[in-house]
């Protein structure tokens, strides 16, 4: 049983190049999230999605895209990278909001 | 807004001795889940223990336990004989009101721990 897989785990782009981080999980969760980690910052949610078919803005979306493929899939996209999109990027699943979240690895990428 | 605040950046404890993380919430709901995540270097998210707003008892889970203060809106975590393997960031997390499908977390505190 894998959980969620995050793929890349690891990642360095140019400014203005485009990427997309894919996310899977085999646990049959209805809502997936993505993350970014800061330092200082704790994990700021920037889309999730309540089921297959919805997504949602969370609390700092500017810069990306979200699509739900399925309900297995929830993928992140970075149209045009910006330096201040360095992070760490964290996936996540769980039965529904409010219950506890189940994370991916995490994707280090940076930005040139 | 919804917040989490842990106003413990970084602590320190010796091994085989006992530490309280501090943390505090908004909520006006009655009925929620509290939980701590710790983040060893490792980077992965790992659940520590989670803690239902109705339920009177703590949770306990083996050396980890919560201090659970409904009407301060506190949640604590305290860890009994804290081992080297403890040292980690930990984060507390909520899901605010209205419905919304998402965990809000706290900023983190780092644990160091001294042999």
């Known amino acids: 049983n894998a959980g969620v897989t995050q793929t890349p785990k690891f990642q360095v782009l140019k400014t203005g190049q485009s990427m997309t981080l894919q996310c899977a999980q085999d646990m049959n969760h209805n809502s997936m999230y993505w993350y970014r980690q800061d330092p200082g910052m704790g994990l700021r949610l920037i889309y999730y999605s309540a089921s297959e078919g919805t997504t949602d803005k969370g609390e700092v979306p500017n810069g990306y895209n979200v699509s739900r493929l399925n309900k297995r899939e929830f993928s992140l996209r970075l149209e045009s990278a910006a330096p201040s999109q360095t992070s760490v990027y964290f996936c996540a699943s769980s039965w529904a909001g409010r219950t506890e979240a189940f994370f991916g690895q995490g994707t280090r990428l940076t930005v040139v | 807004a919804q917040t989490v605040t842990q106003s413990q950046p970084e602590m320190s404890v010796q091994e085989a001795e006992t530490v309280t993380l501090s943390c505090t919430y908004d909520?006006?709901?009655?009925?929620?889940?509290l939980f701590w995540y710790k983040q060893p270097p490792s980077r992965q998210m790992i659940l520590v223990i989670r803690q239902e707003a109705y339920k009177q008892q703590n949770a306990t889970e083996n050396r980890f336990s919560v201090n659970f203060q409904k009407a301060a809106k506190s949640f604590s975590l305290k860890i009994s004989d804290s081992q080297l393997g403890d040292a980690a960031m930990y984060f507390c997390a909520y899901p605010p009101q209205g419905g919304s499908e998402k965990l809000v977390f706290g900023k983190g505190t780092k644990l160091t721990v001294n042999p």
């Open positions: 909520t006006s709901e009655s009925d929620y889940y």
